[in-house]
């Protein structure tokens, strides 16, 4: 099993290749560029760096359709390429995590190719098929309003195809033998690489069975997470999977293992809905049960915990009141919706660019239980352009300065066009302005992450919701090896005066030492303590005086 549970106290930072930086002029970013910088990332305090699909690909979904597993798009460089980048992110002491988008391949796939041309190929059966249109083939859609079916015939093969997703990605057959096997010599071909692990696309799909006569529920088998977590271990025993699996929570532990022999990790998709809902309605109550529903019942399980990431934000699984509260607060027009259940906006234009509200949510973020997983250009507080279709609104180049195309690429055209005018154009919102100011939101990004690294019981610690009887403060206790940090988190624009206890008898007389700032908190002489937060207010407590806690660390 593994030795290394480095990720239980990372920072993720995840990018795209393509929109990070351009090295050569050609419009489109690239791995030179990516490695140029790297002691960005290195100073802002990422330990770990997540790639979007770079794959060989059409490009027909932002590299989601992947033609070669074992290459590099040409737009972004090399293998060469990627290696120096993986070796410098070593160099600096960060992780690499990439993609694994598994379920599906592209149509150009030379797997797909033979597997449509020749009923007796060897890859006919890598692909699922079926004679006559299956009954249910206009349900199960990814993306309704964009798909009309999850069945597309084709003239070749003279059969019908599965796709749960765009019918340009046809779903691998994962049940078969000779699938899971490539699957294991994909994983294994980028580990050697210097990869430490993968974030594996659409979980339930991959796993779930395939068929035209498969029902409306398809079984899962969890099994093939059991054979992807050894075969990852055997080969790299620090290695690791997170999963995109947006499921309910009485499921997750299946994705866990109930022994924690599945995957390592998994994003809280349960708990980010009601996150939103939360700063939208100014009511924690749903959050606080959201986090308790989703506690892990063993040590190496561990979840990611994000805000926004590159897919819309996905509402589904609230209640139809709470959903509608979201959408009400961030994302009103129709134009900022998406498949009928999400909103496709970045996080600094949903909350107006409220410095309180993003101070506040990424806060949050960086305290939840969990590992906080960020997503490129929000330390900058970046915005979208509605102008671009579906998700591609929240994927526009990195703002580094106010020159060209925001210091991304010195080309005339880029891959998508540069964020410029208004509010969140990179002439006002870049890296470099930022830099130069020490009240910038960047700077205060870089004090948050070193200080949540300096704060290991979040990750390894035990989580406790304190009860209060404000349910616009959410509390939250860990206890770690004998440390305690209490953080407290006020979601209404109005200051609110809470008072709690920590929840130990024996730290009644404890003061509280305020993490960020000098306003430390003593309790009362019934051993109560009693706070102020301001409107969209957050404190950082450590229980125990500056002096207890020294001695406690051995400092």
Not at 395 to 401: A, G
Request: some cysteine; aromatic content about 12%.
């Amino acid at each position: 099993m593994i030795t290394d549970l480095w990720y239980k106290n990372a920072v993720i930072y995840c990018l795209s290749v393509e929109s990070f930086m351009d090295s050569d002029g050609d419009g489109v970013g690239d791995f030179r560029g990516l490695a140029r910088r790297l002691d960005y990332l290195h100073g802002l305090g990422v330990t770990a760096i997540w790639l979007m699909p770079f794959q060989a690909s059409p490009g027909r979904d932002d590299g989601y359709d992947v033609c070669d597993y074992y290459n590099v798009d040409p737009r972004y460089g090399t293998l060469g390429d990627f290696v120096e980048f993986t070796h410098g992110a070593k160099q600096r002491g960060m992780r690499v995590l990439i993609d694994l988008v598994v379920n599906h391949t592209s149509d150009q796939h030379p797997w797909f190719q033979s597997a449509r041309s020749d009923p007796k190929s060897p890859y006919r059966d890598w692909y699922v098929w079926s004679k006559k249109k299956p009954k249910n083939a206009h349900t199960g859609m990814v993306f309704p309003g964009v798909q009309d079916s999850t069945w597309t015939y084709d003239e070749a093969a003279k059969a019908y195809y599965f796709h749960r997703f765009y019918k340009f990605q046809p779903d691998l057959n994962t049940a078969n033998p000779c699938v899971r096997a490539e699957l294991l010599k994909i994983m294994g071909f980028w580990i050697q690489l210097g990869v430490s692990g993968f974030r594996m696309d659409a979980v339930p799909f991959v796993i779930a069975e395939k068929g035209p006569d498969v029902g409306a529920e398809p079984k899962p088998d969890f099994g093939m997470l059991r054979a992807f977590r050894e075969f990852l271990q055997w080969r790299k025993g620090d290695s690791v999977i997170i999963g995109e699996a947006n499921i309910v929570p009485k499921e997750a532990m299946k994705y866990f293992g109930d022994d924690g022999d599945r995957l390592q990790m998994m994003f809280n998709f349960h708990a980010n809905q009601r996150l939103f809902y939360a700063l939208a309605s100014g009511d924690a109550e749903p959050l606080a049960r959201a986090l308790n529903e989703t506690r892990p019942r063993y040590g190496t399980a561990q979840w990611g915990v994000f805000l926004r990431n590159h897919d819309e934000l996905d509402l589904g699984r609230l209640e139809p009141e709470q959903r509608q509260a979201v959408f009400d607060a961030f994302g009103p027009e129709k134009d900022m919706q998406l498949y009928d259940r999400g909103i496709r906006r970045r996080l600094a234009p949903m909350l107006k660019a409220d410095r309180r509200r993003l101070e506040l949510a990424y806060s949050l973020m960086f305290t939840l239980p969990g590992t906080p997983v960020m997503r490129y250009g929000d330390e900058i507080a970046m915005g979208d352009d509605l102008a671009l279709p579906e998700r591609y609104c929240a994927r526009t180049p990195m703002q580094w300065t106010d020159g060209k195309n925001g210091g991304f690429s010195l080309a005339d055209k880029t891959f998508l066009p540069a964020i410029s005018g208004g509010g969140f154009g990179f002439q006002t919102v870049n890296v470099a302005e930022q830099r130069r100011d020490p009240g910038s939101l960047l700077n205060w990004m870089e004090r948050i992450i070193r200080m949540r690294q300096e704060i290991p019981e979040i990750g390894w610690g035990e989580c406790t919701v304190l009860p209060l009887r404000d349910r616009c403060v959410l509390a939250l206790r860990y206890d770690w090896r004998g440390n305690v940090v209490i953080f407290l988190h006020n979601f209404d624009a109005e200051p609110r005066e809470i008072t709690f206890r920590t929840g130990e008898k024996s730290e009644e007389s404890a003061i509280l030492t305020n993490l960020l700032s000098d306003e430390h908190c003593e309790p009362d002489e019934d051993g109560d303590h009693c706070v102020v937060l301001e409107g969209y207010g957050y404190r950082w407590f450590r229980v125990g005086g500056l002096d207890e806690i020294l001695r406690r660390r051995d400092v």
